[in-house]
């Protein structure tokens, strides 16, 4: 333990330092209310007194280098303390300010979690978007506000781990999963050749094959009653019956033109609904009243149907009174190129009227014919 005097003259060197202060409290040596007044100390029957000449006492006596070396240190351990005080206690205040700061921040951080999944939930409901939408859209958003909640470091930025933009993106990718599936069932139930399947090259075949018989059938009848009735010999007959096969083939390639037609046009109705039907699947959009597929493509198909069954109407409505074999023409042709030679009795040559007069039409048409070709 320092000796009193020693620590005494510690404390008045200390004081000297602080300037006015009137107390100091020194843990090591336990020294209590040091006063700055004066007072008479208690005489010490031990102590020695030096007297001088004249009754002044001696001074006390000064402590020796090793004993102030002690007392400096005793002081620095002193201070070294009071610092280490100071700053404990400013480690607990920015320690208390920092947790306060981080419960309100909890708390912030909560309520914005909160209002924003309560606003994003109320949006998504609103465009009839529940939990468990067959999309997942609801889970997709909730998914996000949550990860964002649980990844948020202490103190961490949480205005923009919760914008409503969330919202925004979910939707978009939903949306585009939304009209796939619904244009998937689409095409699947109304393929994209729809149309030009049912509309082919061949859907009016029969049709035009019983147009084309039917005429043909008349004419080859007219030339057999013609030949019958003496009108066109055996010869003539013959040639026209085979002109009539050639011109069959010319018949049958308008007749397939005007059923193309019709049937291009018939296809392009069909398509045009259907395209038509694409086009309001691309702009579905959540809110909007559920797309019906098998209801669209109902539609579309009855329609079809109709105008497959009414197809022979339009086809024999576009023929009209047209006829593709020109019988007297064929006779007249026929006569001119092999002669009449008839077994009928009309005629003191034995020529027939009807005869008589297909040759000169034809021979007529040959001249101008011959003319033509000579004048360019």
Not at 16 to 37: D, F
Not at 65 to 85: F, H, I, L, M, V
């Amino acid at each position: 333990m320092i000796a009193p005097h020693i620590a005494a003259w510690a404390l008045k060197r200390e004081r000297n330092k602080e300037g006015p202060r009137a107390n100091a409290v020194l843990e090591a040596t336990h020294i209590i209310s040091i006063e700055r007044s004066k007072r008479t100390p208690a005489p010490d029957p031990n102590e020695r007194v030096l007297e001088t000449k004249g009754g002044a006492p001696a001074p006390p006596p000064q402590p020796s280098p090793q004993e102030q070396a002690a007392a400096r240190d005793w002081e620095a351990q002193q201070e070294e303390k009071r610092a280490q005080a100071r700053q404990d206690a400013i480690d607990a205040k920015a320690a208390s300010d920092k947790a306060a700061a981080l419960e309100t921040w909890k708390g912030n951080r909560g309520t914005a979690y909160n209002t924003a999944l309560s606003s994003a939930t109320s949006r998504l409901k609103s465009l009839g978007i529940e939990a468990g939408d067959p999309y997942g859209i609801y889970s997709d958003v909730t998914g996000r506000y949550n990860a964002a909640n649980a990844g948020l470091s202490d103190m961490g930025d949480y205005t923009t781990a919760f914008a409503p933009t969330v919202v925004d993106e979910a939707l978009a990718g939903g949306r585009t999963r939304a009209r796939n599936t619904i244009r998937t069932g689409f095409e699947g139930a109304l393929p994209r050749y729809y149309a030009e399947d049912m509309f082919g090259s061949t859907a009016d075949d029969a049709i035009l094959a019983s147009i084309l018989n039917q005429q043909y059938n008349d004419a080859s009848a007219d030339l057999m009653a013609a030949r019958d009735r003496g009108q066109v010999s055996s010869i003539a007959y013959d040639r026209a019956l085979r002109d009539l096969g050639t011109a069959k083939a010319g018949a049958n390639t308008q007749l397939q033109t005007i059923g193309g037609n019709i049937l291009a046009g018939l296809a392009d109705d069909i398509n045009t609904r259907r395209s038509a039907a694409l086009d309001d699947i691309a702009a579905w959009d959540f809110g909007m009243a559920p797309y019906d597929v098998t209801g669209e493509t109902g539609r579309i198909k009855r329609r079809a149907s109709e105008k497959l069954a009414g197809l022979e109407g339009d086809i024999r409505g576009a023929v009209g009174e047209r006829e593709f074999f020109d019988v007297p023409g064929l006779i007249g042709k026929a006569s001119a190129r092999v002669g009449n030679q008839t077994t009928g009795t009309t005629g003191t040559t034995g020529a027939s009227a009807l005869y008589d007069t297909f040759a000169n039409e034809a021979l007529r048409k040959n001249e101008t014919t011959k003319t033509n070709e000579g004048t360019f």
